[in-house]
């Protein structure tokens, strides 16, 4: 766990934007300020760039988002409202915001359509110790029933509508959030298995998730 631990001095200014950017969630603020974002970095030099507000890139055309959009993300969750929860993550990508999530207290069920990076999550989680986080190579928009339902579910790429397939694989009192993109901009959409909804802001445009399972990667 010792490779988690992130630079003090850095992390602590990170934490002091991302509540200029309105992450007031303790525990959000906890999570991000003792993991180090560098871990999760593939380029080589790429860490010193890990505790600013910037996106990293990763392999498969995929990027680590920015720390004030992966706040909100995870704020938007609700997490600390439960004593447990089981979290659909679709978009493992670097497996950042799914080791935010473990470390939040969660059971994390995380899908990629990438397998490159689904075995670099599986390595990255294993190395860390995070045990209560489990990564699939798959169809993201499809979910993963099998280990359903879900008291959370996280899309880490913007859609233009939520699946009607992820919405079942919620259970009751359950919450999806997905980045919703719309004619002219991107909100971040607060489902619940019971249809409301709300509309929230979000810091930056995130890329779109795209259906189906890469062969290639």
């Given at each position: 766990m010792a490779d988690l631990i992130a630079d003090p001095f850095r992390a602590a200014r990170l934490v002091l934007h991302l509540r200029q950017e309105g992450i007031t969630d303790g525990?959000?603020?906890?999570?991000?300020?003792?993991?180090?974002?560098?871990?999760?970095?593939?380029?080589?030099?790429?860490?010193?760039?890990?505790?600013?507000?910037?996106?990293?890139?990763?392999?498969?055309?995929?990027i680590?988002?920015?720390?004030?959009?992966?706040?909100?993300?995870?704020?938007?969750?609700?997490i600390k409202q439960m004593?447990?929860?089981?979290?659909?993550?679709?978009?493992?990508g670097s497996g950042y915001t799914a080791a935010l999530a473990a470390q939040l207290g969660a059971d994390v069920f995380a899908m990629d359509r990438f397998r490159r990076l689904c075995d670099a999550a599986r390595r990255r989680m294993l190395d860390l110790g995070l045990g209560n986080v489990a990564v699939r190579h798959g169809d993201g928009l499809t979910g993963w029933p099998e280990r359903?339902?879900?008291?959370?579910?996280?899309?880490?790429?913007?859609?233009?509508?939520?699946?009607?397939?992820?919405?079942?694989?919620?259970?009751?009192?359950?919450?999806?959030?997905?980045?919703?993109?719309?004619?002219d901009s991107q909100v971040l959409l607060r489902m619940g298995a019971d249809g409301t909804q709300q509309r929230l802001a979000i810091a930056h445009p995130l890329p779109a998730l795209v259906e189906g399972r890469s062969r290639a990667l």
């Open positions: 525990g959000v603020l906890k999570a991000m300020e003792t993991i180090d974002r560098g871990a999760f970095v593939y380029t080589p030099g790429l860490e010193k760039l890990a505790f600013e507000d910037c996106v990293l890139p990763i392999p498969c055309g995929q680590v988002p920015r720390p004030a959009v992966t706040g909100q993300l995870l704020q938007a969750l609700q004593r447990e929860a089981r979290i659909l993550l679709i978009g493992v359903g339902p879900y008291d959370r579910i996280l899309l880490t790429g913007a859609v233009d509508e939520v699946p009607d397939v992820l919405l079942q694989q919620l259970a009751k009192g359950a919450v999806l959030i997905a980045p919703l993109q719309t004619a």
